[in-house]
């Protein structure tokens, strides 16, 4: 397998925000550079958080890999200082991707691509604390509150 940048993020952004990314028909291959990481949020948080980000200009660079569940797998910065966020983040069902990360495609009929990468409104990298920090927000907002 010969990893090729995605036609939709350019490997200059992606070079830019220390990481890289592959791809072959049916998975992508993320590397992730010194005190980066990928967080992936379980469904039940996403959206929310997501909000969050928006409201206080934290968007940065996203992978969303379709299929019937979808990912959405988000850059972060900071881990080495993170270790309570990580915690946190892990016990609210997050997933943190570090160094590589593999991830099988679903099959997509048609002319759409089975994933994507963008770099966010910001093009700014979030810290991984700010991630639980939407995530305890969203939480303390929802009817069941905290666990």
């Not at 090729?4 to 992606?14: I, K, L, M, Y």
């Not at 379709?66 to 080495?80: A, Q, Y």
């Not at 099959?107 to 920090?133: D, Q």
Request: glycine content about 12%.
């Amino acid at each position: 397998m010969t990893p090729t940048a995605s036609p939709v993020e350019p490997a200059t952004t992606a070079d830019r925000f220390d990481w890289s990314i592959g791809h072959a028909d049916d998975t992508i291959v993320v590397t992730f550079g010194a005190e980066r990481a990928g967080i992936e949020l379980p469904a039940s948080l996403r959206i929310g958080v997501e909000l969050f980000f928006q409201d206080n200009g934290l968007s940065g660079p996203t992978i969303a890999i379709g299929g019937p569940v979808g990912r959405h797998i988000r850059l972060v910065t900071g881990i080495s200082k993170a270790d309570r966020a990580i915690e946190y983040l892990q016990h609210c069902g997050a997933v943190l991707h570090v160094g590589r990360a593999v991830w099988h495609l679903p099959h997509v009929s048609g002319p759409g691509l089975a994933w994507s990468a963008g770099g966010g409104h910001g093009h700014r990298i979030p810290p991984l604390v700010a991630v639980a920090a939407a995530v305890r927000a969203v939480r303390l907002c929802t009817p069941a509150g905290l666990e």
